[in-house]
């Protein structure tokens, strides 16, 4: 069935330097990756998302990669700040099955 | 965006009694809905899609006769956990039918 793998699982960085999730999916008919950002007890939020006939994406200090050859996905964090600490999702979306798929998440951590 | 609101936010339940969790798209109409649920620091587990007039598609290894899944209109889908039990108590969160999903605020369930 359709697969997502996310790594790291967990993430600690000093604030001001980048974080880098990534994410690799089975699912080849999967054609939209987003990325979710979620606080403890509250709901995802869409924080930035990727098709697939783009390979890169940027919005201010978040930026996400897309291979579509590789199956794999990318989220990057530059000049990160406490704030940022949540833990992060990737999810694939298929046309095929209209499931949206989640990775495991990762806990990102940034120290002041 | 569009807004999905979910109730009730929390809920404390008996161990044998069922729960009613309401999932209603606000401002859209929605076909499909979605529900998953989340363990304590695990990802987002999709347990079954919600169609509109006909019966919900469940995933593998989710019991269809102890979640049961109601969709009887374009903003309106309901799970109920029939028979709760402790190990019923998770984060139960929905969303509406697009790939950009927009989730509910999710309903935390404790049964004791």
């Known amino acids: 069935g359709e697969n997502v793998e996310q790594h790291p699982s967990t993430l600690s960085v000093q604030e001001g330097d980048s974080a880098v999730i990534k994410c690799t999916y089975s699912?080849?008919?999967?054609?939209?990756f987003p990325w979710y950002k979620q606080e403890l007890g509250k709901r995802p939020q869409l924080i930035i998302d990727?098709?697939?006939?783009?390979g890169e994406k940027k919005d201010q200090r978040i930026a996400v990669t897309l291979n579509k050859t590789a199956k794999h996905f990318s989220l990057h964090i530059t000049e990160t700040q406490p704030e940022d600490s949540a833990v992060y999702f990737c999810?694939?979306?298929?046309?095929?099955?209209?499931?949206?798929?989640f990775g495991q998440g990762t806990t990102l951590q940034v120290k002041p | 965006g569009a807004v999905v609101s979910q109730h009730p936010s929390r809920v404390i339940c008996k161990s044998g009694t069922s729960v009613k969790i309401e999932c209603r798209s606000l401002?859209?109409?929605?076909?499909?809905m979605f529900w998953y649920r989340q363990f304590p620091k695990q990802s987002l587990m999709l347990m079954a899609t919600s169609n509109e007039g006909s019966k919900a598609t469940y995933e593998q290894g989710v019991e269809k006769d102890k979640f049961l899944i109601n969709h009887a209109s374009l903003t309106l889908s309901t799970l109920t956990v029939t028979s709760a039990h402790p190990e019923d108590s998770s984060f139960y969160i929905c969303?509406?039918?697009?790939?950009?999903?927009?989730f509910g605020q999710g309903t935390r369930l404790t049964v004791v």
């Open positions: 699912d080849s008919a999967s054609n939209y």
């Open positions: 969303s509406a039918d697009r790939a950009e999903a927009f």
């Open positions: 401002d859209f109409q929605a076909t499909t």
């Open positions: 990727i098709r697939s006939n783009v």
């Open positions: 999810a694939a979306y298929s046309g095929n099955t209209g499931k949206l798929i």
